[in-house]
C-alpha cells in the first residue's frame, strides 16, 4: 500500500501511521533500527530503496528516505507512506524535500525516528566528505557509504581514511568479504609459512581493490603491489608469494573464482560480484565499530609509499648508468686522444692540465693507464731531443778541430774569426775554437 500525501507536515505523517497501524490491527511495532536513506530525487531512488526492503526482511526497521529535490522552489515536505507488499518487513516513509527544507533535512527526519532504537544512515550515491559531520551522519551510530558510486572512487576513499570516525563504513569494503574469506582458509592450511610478498591486480579505479591491498599490507606486513587493469571489472587476482608457491586467486569473468597452491589441486570458487542488497544486509548485522575496516583505510597509505619508491628508484639507476657511460674513457675516443695530445705537447704542463682532467673525470684505472702513456711519451721525446742535442755538439767539436787543421798557406784571420753558429754555438771550450 502506498499513499501520498503533498504538502504535508511531519505531525500529519505520524497521525497517518498511527492510523495505518491501529486499521491493520499490529499489536506491537517489531522495529530494530530506523534506517536513514539519503539521497538524490532520481532514477536510482527505487533501487536504493528495494535495497532495503530486501535487508528489511533479515532486519525489521522503519526506513525514512530523504530524497533532495530542488532548492530553488518554494520549501515545502512531499510524504509517502509505504506498508504492506510495498515495504517488505518494514515500513517506508519518503520525504522529498525542496528548497530551503533540502539543506534542514535533519529538522525533517528527527519527529520520525523510532524511540530507543539505534540509528544508520546510508548513503547510495554520493556521500559527504566527512560522513559523521554530516547532519544526517550525527544522528546515526552506523554511517554507510560506497565509494563505488562516487565520481572519483580512489580519492573519495582516501578522504574517508583521513576523516575516518568510529562507526564508518563503506559498501566497497564489504563487497570484499568472500575474498577475505577464502585467502584466510587458504593460509589455513599446511605448510604454514609467512607471505614474503603480494600482489593485487584490478581495475583501476576500483575502491575494492585498493582496500583489498590495504588490509593484506596492513596485516601481512609484507610488501603488496597493486596492479591495474583495464581487461576487467573489479578484483581480477590475487597472488601471496611464499617459500614454497605462491597462492593465487583469479576471477577473470566476475563470477567464477580458481583458487591454486602449491600441493593442492585447482579449486572453482563461487565470488559473483555482490549487490547493494547483500552488501546492506551484511552491514546491518553489526552496529559497533569496523576495526578491520579502519585497518584496511590505514594500509593504504603503506601502497601508496611502496608504489612511488619504485619509479624513483628506477629512474636513479638508469640516470647512474648514463652518468657512468658518459664517463667512460671507452665511449668517449676522440676526446680522449685530443686530450692526450694536447698534455703531451708541452712536457711541463702535463701532469697539471690534461693529467688532472683526465684523472677527476676518468675511473681510476683508467687515469692510471692515460697517465703512463703520457710518461712514456714524454721521455721518448724528451731522448730525442737530447740525442739531438748531442749530435750538434759533437759535430761542432769536429768542426773546429777540422778548422784547427786547415793548410799552413790558409789564412790566419779566417781561420781565428770563425763564428760561433758555423763552428756550432754548443761548443764547450773557446781554446780550441782561437786555435
Known amino acids: 500500500m502506498i499513499i501520498d500525501l503533498p504538502s504535508t507536515t511531519t505531525s500529519q505523517l505520524n497521525k497517518k501511521l498511527v492510523e495505518l497501524r491501529e486499521r491493520g490491527g499490529a499489536v506491537a511495532l517489531g522495529r530494530v533500527l530506523t534506517l536513514v536513506i539519503a539521497a538524490d530525487d532520481d532514477e536510482h531512488l527505487e533501487d536504493a530503496i528495494d535495497a532495503a526492503n530486501e535487508a528489511s526482511r533479515e532486519h525489521p526497521s522503519r526506513v525514512i528516505v530523504v530524497a533532495k529535490g530542488s532548492k530553488t522552489a518554494a520549501p515545502r515536505i512531499d510524504g509517502q507512506i509505504r506498508v504492506g507488499g510495498d515495504a517488505g ?43 559523521a559531520e554530516d547532519q544526517l551522519g550525527e544522528l546515526a551510530q552506523r554511517r554507510i557509504t560506497d565509494s563505488a558510486a562516487e565520481k572519483n572512487p580512489i580519492r573519495a576513499l582516501g578522504t574517508r581514511g583521513k576523516v575516518y570516525t568510529d562507526g564508518d563504513t563503506d559498501l566497497a569494503w564489504t563487497r570484499l568479504t568472500n575474498w577475505r574469506a577464502q585467502l584466510v582458509s587458504a593460509l589455513d592450511l599446511p605448510p604454514y609459512e609467512k607471505v614474503l610478498s603480494a600482489t593485487v591486480t584490478g581495475e583501476a579505479d576500483s575502491p575494492s581493490t585498493e582496500l583489498l ?35 593465487e586467486l583469479t576471477r577473470p569473468d566476475g563470477r ?25 544486509i551484511e552491514e546491518l ?81 683508467a687515469a692510471a693507464k692515460n697517465s703512463a702513456k703520457s710518461s712514456v711519451k714524454e721521455s721518448t721525446r724528451s731522448s730525442t731531443k737530447a740525442s739531438g742535442r748531442e749530435s750538434g755538439e759533437n759535430a761542432a767539436e769536429n768542426s773546429g778541430k777540422e778548422s784547427g787543421k786547415a793548410p799552413a798557406g790558409g789564412s790566419g784571420k779566417g781561420t781565428g774569426k770563425v763564428p760561433g753558429r758555423e763552428s756550432g754555438r754548443a761548443a764547450k771550450d773557446p781554446a780550441k775554437a782561437k786555435a
Open 89 to 131: 518487513a518494514s515500513e517506508v516513509i519518503v520525504l522529498r524535500l525542496y528548497g530551503a527544507l533540502a539543506a534542514n533535512s535533519q529538522s525533517a527526519v528527527v519527529p520520525l525516528l523510532l524511540p530507543d532504537a539505534p540509528i544508520v544512515t546510508w548513503w547510495p550515491g554520493t556521500g559527504p566528505r566527512n560522513p
Open 213 to 247: 591491498a590495504g588490509w593484506l599490507a596492513e596485516y601481512l606486513k609484507a610488501p603488496v603491489k597493486r596492479v591495474k587493469s583495464s581487461s576487467a571489472q573489479g578484483i581480477l587476482s590475487v597472488t601471496l608469494e611464499r617459500r614454497s608457491g605462491a597462492i
Open 256 to 280: 567464477v573464482g580458481t583458487l591454486t597452491q602449491p600441493g593442492q589441486p585447482a579449486r572453482r570458487i563461487a565470488l559473483q560480484r555482490r549487490d547493494n542488497k547483500d552488501c546492506l
Open 285 to 365: 548485522r553489526r552496529l559497533d565499530p569496523d576495526e578491520i575496516y579502519e585497518a584496511a583505510l590505514h594500509g593504504l597509505g603503506k601502497i601508496a609509499a611502496t608504489s612511488r619508491k619504485a619509479p624513483a628508484k628506477a629512474a636513479a639507476t638508469a640516470t647512474d648508468s648514463a652518468k657512468t657511460t658518459v664517463k667512460d674513457p671507452a665511449s668517449a675516443p676522440a676526446r680522449r686522444s685530443a686530450k692526450d695530445k694536447d698534455s703531451a705537447g708541452e712536457p711541463g704542463q702535463a701532469p697539471a692540465g690534461g693529467s688532472a682532467k683526465d684523472s677527476g673525470k676518468a675511473p681510476a684505472k
